[in-house]
Structures are given as structure tokens and as C-alpha cells.
């Protein structure tokens, strides 16, 4: 081929919705030349044969936000590219059964209002107004969002990959790429069946034969990439004269319906409807040595089997009842890849330098707008305008074996429309990671939750306590957990407590020169010698990128321990910007971790150590404890005096059999919680994210600004300090209902949105509902009073000084 390109800036693997936005979108930021790869035609594997739905609802702000700018764009796309496109926003209505439910509904309503989006509540009888074909009968409510609606996938993919190719992209369909080879300077070679293409970047964008092409990278660093494939149905009825002619005389499209709590959309095809279920008896395929994904199936279909969704179509005709007049006219039945949470992964490739994913998308056609944006920002400018936390392939690990996706998919599948109540644990696929004393904490009544793979306990259930899965379905504080909840903290507050934390990440990083290159990578002070203390890494634009404890061995020696979620993240973050001759190691599965804390924890010390007691607040040492040796770092995540215990796996359970014996009453993750808001005490991806700066986020005391070193993010912290900021952090006392303040919950003053949660928690210690969040900065002064929508609540807030709620001069934590 005399036109065959062979090199480019990236190359994108894949030509469905999202390869071609994530080519359009890098095109629109000046990156033209760029080729996109298809081993078929465009459009070929989920995208050709999805039912087109783009919604915006969603319970995740980064979803949200993805799927709103989705509608915007697909909104302009046709003239903006000169290419007609079918796009109805014919408005959806979501049925609620349940009160539990329309707490759902209000949540995200308040949400869409946050991001510009007129979702509305509804009655039963507003909703039989716009859809009098609807039974409402047992209906509590009803969410209307006007933006929802369907658009054409072929047409919206061909539109995208106009626009890319006009402004100079390259698309190079029947063309499979076969591999990838890394050179030296850690670019690429392509190779494909027509030739080689040399690029900066590539990306994994083959939808489900994502985890195929992930495989070409793993002698580059990668892994097998987390995903299954799932079988997934909908059926076509024929044309109904009632439908048309409601059209006719309304000129637009009945309003789309998802009945969530029975597990279906039903929408206008035509002068007909489209159902599409998702059945809890539902089935996996290419999961099994006799079920292989074959080379290509990139239009072909699975024949249908509609036995798996009788009762969902019967309820579905009950609900409309015109439906039943019809006959089923064809039955679509493709494959659509599942993430194990169900979201897709979006973002840099694990382990591997300059590759991309931006796979696994269950919902294609509605993220894929959103997904090119976000892609491409992180190519051009490497990060994202918007937190993206929830799709970044670096939020698995390695406990996402084969088993694992396969099962999570089938849950997330056959719960496609569950709520996610917090305090629920979903039980597909468990105990992939398991500390010494799992077996320990278990008897001892532990109800368990899964962080990055390991299991922790939540809280501690006493014989009687009802610890099944239903009990958990509330949004609520109370529950079978909340006295042992209260119990816990109590002890911690009164007594010691010990709480087994499996999973902190932890690095460890030598050689000459390592404190100075910390110096230059994090935007505050070095702890001295023999001490530790909290650093923070920002962005460019002087974002909260991540936050670490940093522990000083020696002169360019550390240990630095983070989020057990952020191994993989935080982990990249250092290798990234590590100079030749440091030495940087993960050691997070080599060492176990228990938080023992509480008024009684040096008498419990003293008795089972031989530990210098008397070393202050944010010191470290080597001790043996009960015999086994042992590192004491003397800092709490509660807030009380207390120590890390961190110690080689085989000698946990020695320690841990000790600290019972002294007194230690276990105490779980839903405790810790309690007691980290009490103290102001940010979480990783909740309070600290790159949705708000170091200085919104009340930091300043990490930055140093003075210091010689020109850290990420210098520049735009002291712009922005010159200036001033927007959004100041605040702690609020909330007068909460049954319910504390999720994530994101809108925060208002005198009827205008000025700020969000950013997390939420009963305070033991404190007798009150406390909410952490941003808000407007002229709403930030102490003494103000606010209001924190939760679950369609308007709940009277204070703003509070700025120190902790509990044991504000910190002397219970110096003792």
C-alpha cells in the first residue's frame, strides 16, 4: 500500500464507538496524526449490534460526567461533522418500587442537577400523564431524566470517524495488527498484516478481544487484562398502530423506560418497542475449554434463548400492556465485554510505558463520547479534567485472576440495576487475599468486606447479630452493625483496640540521592531521620494526585506506605519519575499490618515488648513484640495514642494472639471510618482527588513553596495562592436524618448549590452526623449554615473551625 502510514503519534487498536471517539478527540487537541487500526469493518464486535441507549444516570460522578458530555457532544456531532445522524432524546423515566429505591433516584437526580442536567422527580400519575400506556399502580415514584434517549451506533461511529479522518487522522480498515514490539526509548512498533507502523503511544481500544491484543504487552510490564464476556439479549416487536399513532400526534418518541427493580429498558423502535433485559440467570460465554473465542466474530450473533428471559418479557408486557399486542419480530443476542465492576477501563496500561486502554465497555455507545475526551487527555496532557478513578485500569491488582472476572461479571450482569448500599458487600469471588489471621478475625465474628482484593473486617458481629446480605439493603446508619459499630469506637476511645489491615501498600525506595529526589517529586518537607510524616504529590496544575506516609530509615533510605487501593497507582507515580541508580521495590504482600490504638495501648506495649514507649508522636522504631520482631510506627489513623505494628507475614499471628491476650478488643474498617472523619482525616479518591487542589483541600501546611525544588504542580500552587481559591474544605455538623451524606451530596446556601460532600460518617465519639466536602469559599467561614441534600434531604449543616472535631489540640494522639 503506496498511502500505508508508517509512523504515527499513537495508534489506537480497535474501530467501534470508542477507538473512533478516542482518535476524533485526539484529533480535536492538534494530535491529526494518529491511525486507528480495524481488523474488520468499523462499527465490528459490541458496538454494531448495541441497542444505541445514552443515558446520564448513573450514582458515580465520574460516570456522570462522562455520559453527560456524551449526550452534549452526540447532540452537535452531525453538523459539527457534516454527517446525518439518528439521535432521539426522547427523555426516560426510571420506575421506582421502593422507598429505597426513590432514595436512589433522588441521589442521582441531585447529582444530574450539580452537572447541569434537569432531572426531575415525578409522581405515578405525572408519569401515566407522558406515558398513558404505563401501569402505575404499585409504583412509589418515578426519576425523569429529559437527556436520555438512543442514537444510532453505526451512524455515531461513522460520524466520529469522519470528523477524525477530516481533520487528518488515519483509519486503516481489514487490517488486524498482529503485535507490538517496545523499543529501546519505549516507543513502538505496530506491526499489522499490511506492515509496520512506528508510534509514540498505542492503545488497547479492541474491545472484548481486549484481553487478546493485552497479552501482546506483558513482556513489556503488563498483565492479563480483567474482563469476561457476557451474553446479552434483547428482542424487537412489530410495528403497533397505537404507538404510531401516539407519535403522530406528539411529534417525538415515547420516553424510554427502565423498570430497574425488575431489570429491563423498553424503548420506541420505530412505531415498535425494544426490550432488553438483564436476567439474573444469565450466562457467561468463551469461558470454558470447549466455549473459545473464535478468531472473529465481528458481526456475527448467538441464536437466542429466550427461556432465560420469560419472566422479565411478562412483566414487561404487564407493565405496558400494548406490548403483548404485538408479536416479537427478531431477537438480538451479542456479546458484551464486563469489567469486574462493570465499569470500563479507561487510562494508562498497568506496568507499561506509553500504552493506553480504553476497553471493556459495557455501555459503549453511551460512554463512548466521554471515554475519547478523557482518553485523550490522558495521552496529550497525562491527566484528565475530571477524577477518573472509577474506570482507571490501575484500580485492579493482581487478584483479578480468570475466576475472579468471570464471576464478578455474572454478578455485575444479573445486578446490572442493583442499588449499592454501603454497607453491602457484594459476595461473588471472595477471599482472593487473605491475611495470617483471617481465620482468626473471622472467629471472632468479623463480617468481611474486599479492599483491593484483601479482606478486612467491616465490624465484629456478636452471636444473634443478623449479618445476612438483606439486612445490609438501607441507606441508612442503623442496621445489626451500628451498636458494634459504637462499641468499637468506645473502645478505642476508652481502652485499646486492634483492627488487622491487610494490604497497605508499601515501597521501599534507596540509593544515593533518593532524599533529594523526593524533595524534587513532592510539594512539602522530608521527614528527618527516625521519624515519618505525610507527603503529597500533585499534578500539574497542582491537583491532589496522591498523599503518602513517608518513613525515614536513613539518609536516602525510605519506606513509603499508601492506600492499599492505590498500589498500582502510587507505585507508577515513583517509578516514573525515578532517576537511574534509586532503587525502588513493592513490598506490599510481604508484610502484615495492625493499627493498635487507644488510651491503654502503651500499657498493652509494655507488657508484650520491648519497645522505647516513650518515643513521641510520628517516630518509628525495630522491637520485638511477643517474641517476634516487629516495626512500631507511633501514628493512628483513629486519632487516639497508639502504633503500626507492621511485621513479616509468618509473624502476625503470634503478635496478633498476643494483642488479644493484653486486652485488644478488635475493631473493624466501619469503625476506623468513624473515627478518621471525627478527626478531619482525608481518604484517598474521596477528600483527595484531582478534582480539587492542594490548597481547596486545605493542605497548604504540605507545601512548601520556598524550597528550592521545582515539584509538580509549583507554579500553579503559587498562582493559584496569589489569586486565591474557589473552594475551601470544610467539616460540617450535620442534623442527619436515618442516613448520613454520601459522596457527592449536594451542599446548598440559600437555594443555590455551592459545594459537595466528598464523604460522610457518624461520629461515635462526638454523638453527631459529620460531613467532609468543598464548598464555595465565601461559604467556608466557620458558623455558617448550610444544607446537605442526602437522599432528597435537605439537612441543616454548621460549618466548623478548622481543627478536629475531636481532641482538637491533638494531645489524646501526643500522650
Request: with cysteine.
Amino acid at each position: 500500500m503506496s498511502d500505508f502510514p508508517t509512523k504515527a503519534r499513537v495508534v489506537i487498536i480497535g474501530g467501534g464507538v470508542v477507538g473512533c471517539s478516542a482518535l476524533y478527540h485526539l484529533a480535536k487537541k492538534g494530535w491529526s496524526n494518529c491511525v486507528l487500526l480495524e481488523k474488520n469493518e468499523l462499527t465490528a464486535g459490541s458496538t454494531w449490534h448495541a441497542a444505541g441507549n445514552v443515558p446520564t444516570f448513573s450514582t458515580s460522578w465520574a460516570i456522570m460526567n462522562m455520559q453527560r458530555y456524551s449526550t452534549e457532544l452526540y447532540a452537535r456531532l452531525g453538523e459539527e461533522v457534516d454527517y446525518p445522524m439518528n439521535y432521539h432524546q426522547s427523555g426516560s423515566i426510571r420506575l421506582a418500587h421502593t422507598k429505597e429505591r426513590m432514595q436512589e433516584f433522588e441521589r442521582a437526580c441531585s447529582m444530574g442537577r450539580y452537572q447541569g442536567i434537569e432531572m426531575e422527580m415525578w409522581t405515578p400519575d405525572q408519569a401515566k400523564e407522558h406515558y398513558p400506556f404505563l401501569e402505575t399502580h404499585d409504583l412509589e415514584g418515578v426519576l425523569y431524566d429529559p437527556t436520555d434517549g438512543d442514537i444510532d451506533p453505526a451512524q455515531v461511529t461513522q460520524a466520529l470517524a469522519k470528523g477524525a479522518r477530516d481533520m487528518g487522522a488515519k483509519i486503516i480498515r481489514f487490517c488486524p495488527a498482529t503485535g507490538v514490539v517496545q523499543k529501546e526509548d519505549k516507543t513502538w512498533i505496530v506491526q499489522t498484516e499490511k506492515g509496520d507502523i512506528e508510534c509514540d503511544y498505542v492503545v488497547n481500544a479492541a474491545g472484548y478481544y481486549a484481553q487478546r491484543v493485552g497479552e501482546w504487552f506483558k513482556d513489556y510490564g503488563g498483565r492479563t487484562v480483567p474482563m469476561m464476556v457476557m451474553s446479552h439479549q434483547y428482542l424487537l416487536t412489530e410495528q403497533i398502530p397505537e404507538v404510531e399513532a401516539w407519535t403522530k400526534a406528539h411529534g417525538k418518541k415515547l420516553p424510554l423506560i427502565r423498570d430497574v427493580d425488575v431489570s429491563y429498558y423498553l424503548r420506541q423502535e420505530k412505531n415498535g418497542y425494544n426490550l432488553g433485559p438483564y436476567e439474573p440467570n444469565c450466562r457467561g460465554h468463551w469461558m470454558t475449554e470447549d466455549d473459545q473465542m473464535p478468531e472473529d466474530f465481528s458481526f456475527q450473533l448467538w441464536s437466542d434463548d429466550l427461556d432465560r428471559i420469560e419472566d422479565i418479557v411478562t412483566d414487561a408486557m404487564e407493565r405496558v400492556p400494548l406490548m403483548a399486542t404485538s408479536g416479537v419480530s427478531s431477537v438480538i443476542n451479542g456479546p458484551i465485554p464486563y469489567a469486574p465492576d462493570g465499569l470500563p477501563l479507561i487510562g494508562p496500561m498497568p506496568g507499561v510505558d506509553n500504552a493506553f486502554e480504553a476497553c471493556v465497555f459495557t455501555f459503549g455507545i453511551a460512554q463512548g463520547g466521554g471515554a475519547g475526551k478523557v482518553l485523550a487527555e490522558w495521552i496529550v496532557d497525562g491527566q484528565t479534567e475530571w477524577d477518573m478513578w472509577a474506570v482507571d485500569p490501575r484500580r485492579y491488582t493482581d487478584y483479578t485472576d480468570q475466576d475472579y472476572c468471570d464471576q464478578k461479571g455474572m454478578e455485575v450482569y444479573g445486578n446490572e440495576y442493583a442499588m449499592h448500599f454501603p454497607h453491602h458487600e457484594w459476595p461473588a469471588a471472595r477471599d482472593k487475599k487473605v491475611s495470617q489471621v483471617h481465620a482468626t478475625i473471622k472467629a471472632l465474628g468479623g463480617v468481611m468486606g474486599a479492599y483491593n482484593g484483601w479482606e478486612r473486617a467491616n465490624w465484629f458481629a456478636k452471636p444473634g447479630d443478623d449479618t445476612s446480605e438483606e439486612a445490609t439493603h438501607t441507606w441508612g446508619r442503623s442496621g445489626p452493625w451500628q451498636q458494634r459499630i459504637k462499641e468499637e469506637c468506645e473502645a478505642v476511645r476508652d481502652g485499646v483496640g486492634v483492627l488487622d489491615l491487610p494490604g497497605f501498600s508499601r515501597f521501599n525506595l534507596s540509593g544515593e540521592g533518593a532524599a533529594e529526589f523526593l524533595r524534587g517529586l513532592v510539594t512539602g518537607g522530608l521527614p528527618k531521620v527516625g521519624r515519618m510524616n505525610l507527603v503529597y504529590v500533585s499534578d500539574d496544575r497542582g491537583r491532589i494526585l496522591t498523599e503518602m506516609s513517608c518513613i525515614r530509615h536513613g539518609e536516602d533510605h525510605f519506606t513509603m506506605i499508601t492506600a492499599g487501593s492505590a498500589q498500582w497507582h502510587d507505585f507508577e507515580i515513583l517509578k516514573k519519575a525515578l532517576p537511574a541508580g534509586l532503587r525502588l521495590t513493592d513490598h506490599t504482600t510481604e508484610f502484615a499490618t495492625m493499627i493498635v490504638t487507644g488510651p491503654q495501648s502503651r500499657d498493652l506495649f509494655a507488657g508484650i515488648s520491648d519497645a522505647d514507649l516513650s518515643l513521641g508522636w510520628l517516630t518509628h522504631q525495630e522491637a520485638t513484640v511477643a517474641g517476634n520482631p516487629a516495626f512500631l510506627a507511633r501514628v493512628s489513623y483513629a486519632g487516639e495514642l497508639g502504633w503500626e505494628v507492621h511485621c513479616a507475614n509468618e509473624h502476625q499471628p503470634a503478635i496478633y494472639d498476643a494483642l488479644l491476650a493484653g486486652g485488644a478488643k478488635p475493631f473493624g474498617m466501619y469503625a476506623l471510618n468513624s473515627l478518621r472523619i471525627e478527626k478531619g482525616y482525608r481518604t484517598w479518591k474521596g477528600d483527595l482527588s484531582t478534582d480539587y487542589s492542594l490548597l481547596e483541600g486545605g493542605l497548604e501546611r504540605f507545601v512548601k513553596l520556598d524550597k528550592p525544588q521545582d515539584f509538580p504542580g509549583k507554579a500553579a500552587i503559587q498562582s493559584e495562592k496569589q489569586q486565591g481559591v474557589k473552594k475551601s474544605f470544610v467539616t460540617l455538623i450535620v442534623e442527619a436524618g436515618d442516613a448520613d451524606a454520601p459522596y457527592m451530596s449536594c451542599i446548598w446556601k440559600d437555594g443555590e448549590i455551592v459545594g459537595e460532600t466528598t464523604s460522610g460518617d457518624w461520629g461515635y465519639r462526638v454523638n453527631a452526623s459529620i460531613a467532609l466536602g468543598m464548598v464555595r469559599s465565601d461559604a467556608a467561614v466557620p458558623g455558617t449554615e448550610l444544607e446537605v441534600e442526602i437522599y432528597g434531604e435537605k439537612c441543616r449543616a454548621v460549618v466548623q473551625e478548622d481543627k478536629p472535631l475531636w481532641d482538637p489540640g491533638n494531645d489524646r494522639l501526643r500522650a
